[in-house]
Structures are given as C-alpha cells and as structure tokens.
C-alpha cells in the first residue's frame, strides 16, 4: 500500500475528518481476504484492527490484541520468564517498550520509510513465533498509521513440505502401480499353473503329498501377493461423498480399538460445534484405523516401563484461513490423534508415507501410503510431529470437496 510522503507529524489528530473507529471499519474490508497476518496501528504502535490471519497467528482473539502494543508483539524473544511462561505484556508506556523497534518505527514514520525483518523470534502473546515482517507507514487524512504484514516461518516451512510430500507421493505411486501391474499378471499365470498340475496329478490318479503340498504353498503365496498388489494399486472404486459427521468414524474406530487393546487408555477432546463435512465415510474409517492400530503398535512393542500407561489422545478442531497444498481454505477440520509410544526413528519420520517404508519386520510400508492416498482424494493433508513420548499424526479436512 503506497504512503504519501510526509515528514512533520500533525500537531492535532482530531482535526481529521474520519474517526479511527470508521477507518479500522475501512481497514477491515480491504484486508480481510489477504493470506497474511496484518495489524493496524495508530502512530504509536497501539494496534486499532487485526485480521483472522492475525488472530490464528497469535493464537488470541481480536478483542484480545486490540490496544495493546504492536511493539509488546514484535520484541525478540530471549527466553525470558521461561519457567513462569510467556506473560501478557500490554503496557500503558507506549513510547519506551521494546527501543530498538520504536526507533525503527520513529524513524519509518518520520522518512515515510517501510522497512522489512527477517527470521525474527518475536515474543507475541502467549507463545514466541518465529515470522518475517513488514512494517509500512501509511498518512491518511491527516492521521497517522503503520501497516504491519507478517509471516509466519513454520507456516510457510509447512506449506513447502506439504507441496514436497505430495509430490513425492504421486510419482512414488506412479511407479509402484506400473511395477504392480506388470507383476500381476505374471501371477495370475502361477497360480493358474499350480491349479492345473494339481488337476493333473488327480486325473492321473498321482498321489504325490510333497507334490500336493507344494503346489498349495504356490498358491496360497500366489494369493498372498496378489492381495499386496491390490493394495498397491488401490481402490478404483469412486468416492461415496456424503454429510459426515467427523466424531462418527472416530467413535467407531475408538471403540474397535478399545475392544482389541482394553488396557490403552483412549482420552477423547471433541469440540461437538463442528459441522458436517463432505466425505467418504469408508475411506475415513480406514483411515483413522491405520493411524489408531500404528498407535497401538508403537506404544505396545516398546519396553513397557513400570508406571507406563499406553495412552492415545484424540483431538477435534476447527482451523481458519489455512493453507491445503495451494488452496487457502476459510475453515478446515483438524484431527489430531497422539501417542505416548516410543516415537519415530528421525532418519525415516520425512518418508513415512511413502509406499513400502516401514520401520517394522512385520510392516509392509503401504498403511500410511494408502492412507495419504485416501486423504489426498479429500483433497486435504496429513503431518506428523514425533519425539519419544509424543507422536502426533495431524490430519487436515476441507468441510466441502
């Protein structure tokens, strides 16, 4: 947004034609589509209006950041107060808070210079945020503002990894379905030779048991891989779109899962105001079902401790203006499901989801591959966050395909 230049600061502010109230309104209507966190201010750095971007950034309401300082917002983070937690520093000194800043922004002000940091950890209101920002300032009518555009760093780290995990994925299924079908149908041939010799020795009145046995190892083998191949390739049936209640395919698979592992504790955090989604019902099952038995494994075969309780944590809520691929999305579903397993190991947690990766013996690597295909069709995303402990699996819904 250009500034008009301007070097003196007006003597009287009331003398403007349009109140700070009726402009925030302005502000509101021109900022509200943008994909960035934005904060009005007025010249001393009092924030007057914030986006949603801004209010999901910080983690706090509007009401909560309007009147507070910007420069509160923006002062680096050092680790202060560590052990009694991030404070909530408004202050009534609008002119002594953070030095370094207000200078900038006197400065900015005065020269009607905007001025960008970058890989800034910034304290904000409850927790610190590493982010990129701008600082513009803006003359109008007699008043003075700044424009603050900001950027969250792990946001956009999370974009590009979301858009590299895709990516991967697809052509990591490209080349496992041509590989699936040029071995299918090789099989089919096995398995049709092992029936025949075991007509033929039936025909000839043969009795052979090695012969007999071993033709039925061929067979059931033949079976064996022809089922892994199908899982491979995927279903080709079309999606059953439908209105789903999220919290219903979640209690099915938690009550599956409580009915074969009754010593997990399973901890349930819904927030019952969601509305429906579109979704295939099914293809959420399994889903949730992948993620909740990989739960179940990881937390079972480690070294059970002496006051170790497996717990599987499930967590329900609504995320604004957030980014799926390329598409910004106003609202989207957010499941979260953590264990208190083992974790996993760092060197594998990038490739996870790509078809046959598994850090088990007894994995095939194809239950998470099939379950980013699924979530994929949703058009929506997964992420995993993992350490010792704490393994959360992330999931992201659009509400309407």
Not at 107 to 120: E, S
Not at 211 to 216: I, M, N, W
Not at 311 to 322: L, S, Y
Not at 337 to 366: C, E, H, K, S, W
Request: glycine share 4%; charged share 20%.
């Amino acid at each position: 947004m250009a500034a008009q230049s301007s070097t003196n600061l007006p003597a009287d502010r009331s003398v403007a034609s349009i109140s700070r109230e009726e402009y925030a309104m302005d502000l509101a209507v021109m900022s509200k589509h943008l994909f960035t966190a934005i904060l009005w201010t007025d010249e001393f750095g009092e924030i007057l209006w914030a986006n949603t971007q801004a209010e999901q950034l910080f983690s706090a309401s509007q009401a909560r950041l309007l009147n507070r300082s910007a420069l509160d917002l923006l002062r680096p983070y050092d680790g202060y107060d560590d052990d009694k937690g991030l404070t909530d520093n408004t202050s009534d000194d609008k002119t002594t808070i953070a030095d370094p800043l207000s200078c900038q922004l006197k400065h900015a002000l005065t020269y009607q210079q905007p001025f960008i940091d970058h890989d800034q950890l910034i304290f904000g209101v409850s927790h610190s945020v590493m982010v990129d920002y701008s600082v513009t300032p803006v003359d109008h009518q007699g008043q003075y503002y700044f424009l603050i555009e900001i950027w969250e760093k792990n946001r956009q780290s999370r974009i590009s990894q979301e858009q590299r995990q895709q990516e991967q994925h697809t052509i990591a299924r490209q080349m496992l379905r041509a590989v699936a079908h040029e071995v299918k149908n090789p099989l089919a041939g096995i398995r049709g030779a092992a029936q025949l010799l075991g007509k033929q020795l039936k025909k000839l009145a043969i009795s052979d048991d090695k012969v007999s046995t071993y033709a039925g190892i061929i067979i059931s083998e033949t079976d064996r891989l022809t089922q892994l191949i199908g899982q491979m390739l995927g279903s080709n049936r079309l999606a059953n779109w439908q209105s789903v209640n999220i919290h219903e395919p979640l209690e099915h698979v938690l009550t599956l899962t409580h009915s074969q592992h009754p010593d997990i504790v399973i901890e349930r955090d819904y927030d019952l105001s969601l509305p429906e989604l579109t979704a295939d019902k099914d293809q959420l099952i399994q889903v949730f079902l992948n993620l909740m038995n990989n739960a179940c494994e990881a937390m079972l075969e480690q070294d059970t401790a002496k006051n170790y309780i497996p717990t599987i944590k499930v967590q329900t809520r609504v995320v604004f203006q957030h980014t799926i691929g390329s598409v910004q999305h106003k609202q989207a579903l957010k499941i979260d499901i953590q264990d208190n397993g083992f974790g996993i190991d760092p060197n594998m947690i990038d490739q996870i989801f790509l078809p046959l990766v598994t850090g088990r013996a007894t994995g095939t690597g194809l239950g998470l591959a099939l379950v980013q295909d699924m979530i994929s069709r949703h058009h929506g995303a997964i992420d995993v966050q993992s350490k010792a402990g704490n393994t959360t699996f992330t999931v992201y819904l659009p509400f309407s395909q």
